[in-house]
């Protein structure tokens, strides 16, 4: 326990600000599409891939060694689960895997896309952290924007202050019967923005883990990437 509230605090120390590679905001579906089920399946995908060592490795082989990440869900509103952590190693990846067990969902109602861009520009903007890079990683399972700027809109003004956003379409069975098949061409087309930005689509569930797996590493790595990364099926 101390050590998770070590790893919580440790980036929230009033001082200079912090050099790290990457800050990365995993911002993550919490809209009425996804079910309580889901939502957890969603985290333990995240502290799982965050704990992998494929992307500890990737992590190890940044410039500095370390990445600051926090994880907020997104729907009407928008709720930080876990607050900026570094991650340098098996330690602060198991404290920020922790960390997300547990928390209460926030995040309700329907889909507000140009809000939930602007809140996590805004979460890496007003950190203590400089970092090299900064991506926000966004994941949902549709287009639909009922509240709130154009996501449009909010993409150019998020991809104008040099942050990047990627994005991970979650097709399920709901998305192929309301005809949103195309969904990673949508995020592609209407979401994604700045230097490198791609889109990975996870088919299934059962390959959900493996989408956030592959995406992390990508983003970590700065790899260039093609704009929609094959399809996991």
Do not use: C
């Not at 994880?71 to 404290?95: F, K, L, R």
């Not at 928390?103 to 809140?119: D, E, K, M, V």
């Not at 909010?154 to 991809?159: E, G, M």
């Not at 797996?213 to 990437?225: D, H």
């Amino acid at each position: 326990m101390l050590h998770i509230l070590l790893a919580l605090t440790l980036l929230a120390t009033p001082a200079a600000a912090q050099d790290t590679d990457l800050e990365l905001v995993l911002l993550a579906d919490s809209s009425g599409s996804i079910t309580q089920s889901e939502l957890l399946f969603q985290r333990q995908a995240y502290a799982e891939a965050l704990t992998d060592p494929e992307v500890l490795a990737a992590i190890a082989n940044t410039a500095y060694g370390h990445i600051a990440v926090t994880y907020v869900e997104w729907a009407t509103n928008q709720s930080v689960v876990v607050p900026w952590m570094q991650i340098a190693g098996p330690e602060d990846a198991e404290a920020f895997a922790a960390a997300l067990d547990g928390p209460p969902r926030r995040a309700t109602g329907r889909n507000a896309i140009g809000s939930a861009l602007l809140f996590a520009a805004e979460l890496i903007e007003t950190n203590r952290i400089d970092g090299w890079r900064r991506v926000i990683d966004f994941s949902g399972d549709s287009t639909g924007n009922t509240f709130g700027p154009p996501m449009e809109v909010a993409r150019d003004q998020v991809v104008a202050t040099g942050i990047t956003i990627n994005a991970l379409a979650i097709l399920s069975e709901r998305s192929i019967m309301d005809g949103r098949d195309g969904l990673a061409q949508a995020y592609a087309d209407r979401i994604i923005g700045g230097m490198g930005a791609f889109v990975v689509e996870a088919a299934t569930r059962a390959v959900f883990a493996d989408a956030v797996k592959r995406k992390l590493i990508l983003e970590i790595a700065g790899t260039p990437t093609p704009r929609i990364v094959a399809t996991l099926e």
